[in-house]
């Protein structure tokens, strides 16, 4: 695929269920990030990979939340136990990453937007 | 206070207005990133700058390093154009964005 990719794109849990939600970024990006957005408001830094490390996991709002990219591409992010404020997009982003610098333009996907009753 | 400050929130004009969306930050960046969300859609990149002015088609981006400010100007607006846009801004050795909380622009015919 030519883009960035999420899926499911939605989700609806109950309360206390566990959720895992996938992204699968442009072919040989090295940086993937994820973003929760609450709606109406912009989105929030949640965890970013450089490859398959994590480095920089200070967004996750709760020890409920883990990230990972084990082969450096696709990437699973885990709700365990979800809770109502969970409730959000979850967007997922892409860079090529060139001399790891902070001047990369991020390509992001759709989103998956999680309601949890 | 929020690092990324937008303005206005919410913003309509006519088909063919001139419009100006306005960002500011409160730290130092290494780059500012002006992104487009359309409803249920995800988010495209426009410009990211560090310096001056880009244009591209009706949508031109500048930014002031010293005053901590930038600006998104689109010229002969259109209802296409209606989308929520939004500032977002990278600290030096960190790719991670920072984001304001957006600009829903509502372009009438």
């Known amino acids: 695929g030519a883009g960035v990719s999420q899926s499911p794109r939605y989700k609806v849990a109950k309360r206390g269920q566990d959720v895992a939600l996938r992204c699968d970024p442009i072919s040989g990006h090295v940086s993937l990030f994820w973003y929760q957005q609450a709606l109406g408001q912009g989105p929030e830094f949640l965890t970013y990979?450089?490859?398959?490390?994590?480095?920089?996991k200070s967004g996750l709002p709760s020890d409920r939340f883990f990230a990972e990219r084990p082969e450096g591409s696709v990437s699973t992010l885990k709700i365990q136990r979800t809770q109502q404020e969970d409730s959000a997009v979850y967007l997922c982003?892409?860079?090529?990453?060139?001399?790891?610098?902070?001047?990369?333009?991020?390509?992001f996907g759709p989103g998956t937007r999680l309601t949890v009753l | 206070k929020n690092e990324v400050e937008q303005s206005p929130q919410n913003l309509t004009a006519q088909e063919g207005e001139f419009i100006t969306i306005n960002c500011s930050y409160s730290v130092g960046i290494s780059a500012l990133h002006w992104l487009q969300q359309h409803p249920g859609g995800g988010i495209v990149s426009l410009f990211m700058l560090s310096s001056g002015k880009k244009k591209h088609g009706r949508l031109i981006a500048t930014i002031n390093i010293q005053e901590k400010h930038s600006s998104l100007h689109i010229t002969a607006s259109h209802p296409r154009d209606s989308a929520v846009y939004i500032c977002?801004?990278?600290?030096?050795?960190?790719?991670?964005?920072?984001f304001g909380t957006g600009t829903r622009l509502t372009i009438i015919p």
């Open positions: 982003a892409s860079s090529l990453s060139i001399a790891g610098g902070s001047y990369n333009e991020q390509f």
């Open positions: 977002a801004v990278s600290n030096f050795g960190n790719e991670k964005l920072t």
């Open positions: 990979f450089q490859n398959e490390a994590q480095l920089d």
